[in-house]
Nanobody
Framework: QVQLVESGGGLVQAGGSLRLSCAAS????????TGWFRQAPGKERDFVAA????????SYTDSVKGRFTISKDNAKNTMYLQMNSLKPEDTAVYYC?????????????????WGQGTQVTVSS
């Protein structure tokens, strides 16, 4: 079992930056592949970025490529999402997720554990 807690969300103007963190407790983070998803108001939860168990391979949805960077520090049991050049359409609740095995997952069903989410609001 692993428990996930997101932090770092907030209100930012378009063009600004935020860094989200996902802290894990329980089993060591290096046992899991992890990812970020987001859910905008009235929409389904969508994939944002994923990183494999070691942290050496990453994947992004097209709309955030070149703007967002996913990373993880297994020694600190923490995953990050650096978000630059934010746009109003990035406004959503952001969730971190962890799953058993070594993969890059863009489907919710691939993940076993979820955080409670952190709100990101980008004003125009």
């Amino acid at each position: 079992q692993v428990q996930l807690v997101e932090s770092g969300g907030g209100l930012v103007q378009a063009g600004g930056s935020l860094r989200l963190s996902c802290a894990a407790s329980g089993r060591t983070f290096s046992s899991y592949s992890t990812g970020w998803f987001r859910q905008a108001p009235g929409k389904e939860r969508d994939f944002v970025a994923a990183i494999n168990r070691s942290g050496g391979v990453t994947s992004y949805t097209d709309s955030v490529k070149g703007r967002f960077t996913i990373s993880k520090d297994n020694a600190k049991n923490t995953m990050y999402l650096q978000m630059n050049s934010l746009k109003p359409e990035d406004t959503a609740v952001y969730y971190c997720a962890a799953g058993y095995g070594n993969f890059l997952g863009d489907q919710e069903s691939m993940y076993n554990f979820w955080g409670q989410g952190t709100q990101v609001t980008v004003s125009s």
